[in-house]
């Protein structure tokens, strides 16, 4: 089995930073893309980022120039770096990975870390 493990949300003031890490374990043979989705109050869930193993990287246009997405692939863990954050930045983020088992690709989920936005 896989688990992705996020971690370092939190509180912090509009225009501040946040980095968060999510590191995948288990039986992995590869993992093709790693991502990051977020879910706000009353909201439907929404792709922030998304980074293949070739370092090809995708960002929603509500996130260009503030965050960047990047990966470790030695260490399985991908990492979004947050900058100039806007109380609309408020969610849930969820960590997800396509991983190559057996030659199937499958999708994970990690559990989630909440980040609030607010003065």
């Known amino acids: 089995q896989v688990q992705l493990v996020e971690s370092g949300g939190g509180l912090v003031q509009p225009g501040g930073s946040l980095r968060l890490s999510c590191a995948a374990s288990g039986t992995i043979f590869s993992i093709n893309s790693m991502g990051w989705y977020r879910q706000g109050p009353g909201k439907q869930r929404e792709l922030v980022a998304t980074?293949?193993?070739?370092?090809?990287?995708n960002y929603a246009d509500s996130v260009k120039g503030r965050f960047t997405i990047s990966r470790d692939n030695a260490k399985n863990t991908v990492y979004l770096q947050m900058n100039s954050l806007k109380p609309e930045d408020t969610a849930v983020y969820y960590c997800?990975?396509?991983?190559?088992?057996?030659?199937?690709?499958?999708?994970?989920w990690g559990q989630g870390t909440q980040v609030t936005v607010s003065s």
């Open positions: 980074a293949t193993s070739g370092g090809r990287t």
């Open positions: 997800k990975a396509a991983i190559n088992q057996w030659g199937t690709l499958y999708d994970y």
